[in-house]
């Protein structure tokens, strides 16, 4: 079973403009992290943010989590085609070691 | 690009047949997990290696079986391959069992 799940499944926007993507989970975690797959090709980490953190920044890249809301929400700002690709939001829910669990993603189409 | 390297890159067997796939980690990883990932989903926990042990795994049958070897690259078997075994399968490496995992760029194994 998946315990995250992104929010929206796809994302249409002209480069430039900023992308946010967001990402809902079931349990209470130690970190969330975000990836990026291009094209069905591995995966990229991004940015991992502690369950004690608000919000993380990595170049274009914001990242925020409420734990109380159990929600992240990546913001990707200036968007490029090059970004274009599949994003995954991944928990490590407490007690079940350090096996990812991820939601099914939302995917990103950046035009130029 | 990561250091983790898979192959075969794709693989084509026949529904009943064994099939064997491999990683080796990036240089200094201890950790190997695996995952698959079915078309339009997120990656699905499969288990995971530290140290040459078992570290964990995920909801799948004993048909799937994994080692990890001395130089902490590893396999993954499945036998008894099932249709629903078309996948992307994707081995994962880390340090010390760190959250943060550097991905190989998959294996596409079709059953037919």
């Known amino acids: 079973s998946q315990q995250g799940e992104e929010d929206p499944q796809a994302l249409s926007i002209q480069e430039g403009e900023n992308a946010t993507m967001n990402c809902s989970y079931k349990?209470?975690?130690?970190?969330l992290q975000w990836y990026r797959q291009n094209s069905g090709r591995g995966l990229v980490h991004l940015i991992l943010?502690?369950?004690?953190?608000r919000e993380k920044h990595s170049g274009r890249l914001r990242v925020t989590l409420d734990t109380s809301k159990k929600s992240s929400s990546l913001l990707i700002t200036a968007s490029r085609a090059a970004d274009t690709a599949s994003y995954f939001c991944?928990?490590?829910?407490?007690?079940?070691?350090?096996?990812?669990?991820f939601g099914k993603g939302t995917s990103l189409l950046v035009t130029p | 690009e990561t250091g983790v390297t898979q192959s075969p890159t794709h693989l084509i067997k026949t529904r009943g047949q064994q099939v064997t796939l491999r990683c080796s980690s990036q240089?200094?990883?201890?950790?190997v997990s695996w995952y698959q990932q079915a078309l339009g989903q997120g990656p699905q926990f499969i288990f995971q290696?530290?140290?040459?042990?078992?570290?964990g795994r995920g909801n799948f049958p004993p048909r799937f079986s994994g080692l990890q070897f001395p130089n902490y690259s590893s396999e993954l078997n499945v036998n008894a391959l099932e249709l629903d075994d078309s996948a992307l399968y994707l081995c994962?490496?880390?340090?010390?069992?760190?959250?943060?995992?550097?991905f190989g760029p998959g294996t596409r194994l079709t059953v037919t």
């Open positions: 991944a928990t490590d829910a407490r007690n079940s070691g350090y096996a990812l669990n």
């Open positions: 290696y530290y140290r040459e042990e078992e570290n």
């Open positions: 349990t209470s975690i130690n970190n």
């Open positions: 943010i502690r369950s004690n953190e």
């Open positions: 994962a490496s880390s340090s010390n069992l760190a959250y943060e995992q550097y």
């Open positions: 240089s200094g990883h201890n950790t």
